[in-house]
């Protein structure tokens, strides 16, 4: 098989983003240590390059800048089903399943150039964020059919989206109190799904639900924000992401609904920063999600499984049953010295999974509502500055039946932590 440098090119960009399991949704919290740090809360701030990714109006502020580095993520994600099922209802087997692959490496890189006093240009590379599961049991294995050998669940059970964001960023001061940006977004994923040949009979396509291999998805679309320095001690912020349309995945066309289709949910911010001293800046930003507008996101997954049906693979097909989420995100940044500088954040949201979509989403458990953060700044030279980020998600849980399993009961966790590291150098 003839594979093409651009395939190469993807495979390569897609591997570095790592299988991550983002923290809002499926959706990064921030992009960068110094972002991370403060939760996210930073849309009315200007830390470096990667702040494209937040507000692409604040890049003519952060001057000729690279800025790249790290984060290593621990996420721990499962679900219990308990031994409760109704005696003639397909259930999952009993037990605690932890899911595999619990801790990943997520690389960026950010560089900005100024053009002139009021204009700049910038690239920003870096991983959104995805989903990823794997269980070493068929989980699936009673909703197969014993007589038809194609519908046996195979181990392990599991699926792995990862997505990759290449963006260049235009942005240019309209005057001294204001800056408005642009930054056109170059999108990659890539989706496998294993253990899920028991739904086969139910699909559209049939041969396209599982077990396809990794297969990969193409897309773009633009970021726009606005930067408003009121005065002394007040900045705005404003952005707002389009949906990003991506091609379908032809090898899951029988699974995900619409054929395949996996668009990447529009998103806007709001926020302000407030210096309350000389030293402390507080911030607030918030950030709004539209997982209903991902048909394969949003659509419902509690759907009775009736023989003859098909419920995969179509326009109304079974999706994870996503609501939209809205995210609360503050922060505070402490400069303790010229040399070193102290970052504290927070951020609350919705719960993304209702209680009634909670089996489905056992392959997909994104729960996290809350986050605490913490980092520094430390300048190394003049032109050379280190930054570090930790993160705390603590353990959520959904509990929840579903029409499929009767009187089966359970629930889907997961908790989270991660340390970013990022080296930011002035040119």
């Not at 890049?59 to 499962?78: A, E, I, W």
């Not at 195979?154 to 001061?173: A, E």
């Not at 990969?216 to 633009?222: A, I, K, M, Q, R």
């Not at 759907?303 to 989420?325: A, H, K, N, R, Y």
Request: hydrophobic content about 40%.
């Amino acid at each position: 098989m003839k594979i093409s440098k651009l395939s190469i090119l993807t495979i390569i960009i897609v591997a570095l983003s790592s299988n991550v399991y983002a923290t809002n949704g499926y959706w990064s919290y921030g992009y960068g240590a110094q972002s991370k740090s403060m939760a996210g809360a930073c849309v009315a701030m200007t830390f470096g390059a990667m702040c494209a990714a937040s507000n692409p109006a604040s890049m003519v502020h952060v001057g000729n800048r690279l800025d790249f580095g790290f984060s290593y993520f621990v996420p721990t994600r499962g679900f219990t089903a308990n031994n409760d099922a109704s005696p003639n209802a397909a259930s999952i087997p009993p037990g605690t399943y932890e899911s595999s692959n619990d801790w990943f490496l997520i690389p960026h890189i950010g560089y900005n150039y100024m053009l002139d006093a009021n204009s700049a240009i910038g690239i920003s590379i870096g991983g959104n964020g995805g989903m990823n599961t794997e269980y070493g049991s068929a989980i699936f294995r009673n909703f197969s059919n014993p007589n038809d050998p194609s519908t046996q669940a195979s181990s392990p059970t599991g699926v792995d989206l990862k997505q990759m964001f290449i963006g260049v960023t235009y942005s240019r001061k309209i005057n001294e109190q204001h800056s408005l940006g642009i930054t056109p977004i170059f999108a990659i994923q890539s989706f496998e799904a294993q253990g899920l040949q028991a739904f086969k009979p139910f699909s559209l396509h049939p041969n396209y639900v599982t077990n396809n291999g990794t297969d990969y998805s193409y897309g773009g679309g633009v970021r726009v924000g606005w930067l408003g320095q009121i005065n002394d001690w007040l900045t705005l912020g404003a952005a707002y992401q389009s949906k990003i349309w991506m091609s379908e995945f032809e090898d899951y066309k029988g699974l995900l609904a619409e054929e395949g289709d996996f668009d990447i949910p529009s998103n806007y911010d709001l926020g302000f920063a407030i210096k309350a001293l000389p030293a402390i800046t507080l911030a607030f930003d918030f950030q709004r999600i539209e997982f209903s507008k991902v048909k394969a996101l949003s659509n419902q997954s509690n759907i009775v499984f009736i023989p003859g049906q098909t419920l995969l693979g179509t326009s109304d097909g079974l999706g994870f049953g996503w609501e939209d989420m809205n995210i609360f995100k503050f922060g505070v940044q402490w400069v303790y010295s010229s040399n070193l500088t102290f970052r504290f954040g927070y951020s609350q949201a919705n719960q993304v999974v209702p209680n009634s979509q909670a089996l489905f989403n056992l392959l997909a458990p994104a729960v996290i509502k809350r986050h605490y953060t913490f980092g520094f700044s430390r300048a190394i030279t003049k032109n050379i500055d280190f930054n570090v980020a930790f993160m705390y998600a603590p353990n959520e849980k959904i509990y929840g039946t579903n029409p499929n399993t009767g009187s089966q009961t359970g629930f889907i966790e997961m908790d989270q932590y991660e340390i970013a590291i990022s080296w930011g150098v002035k040119l």
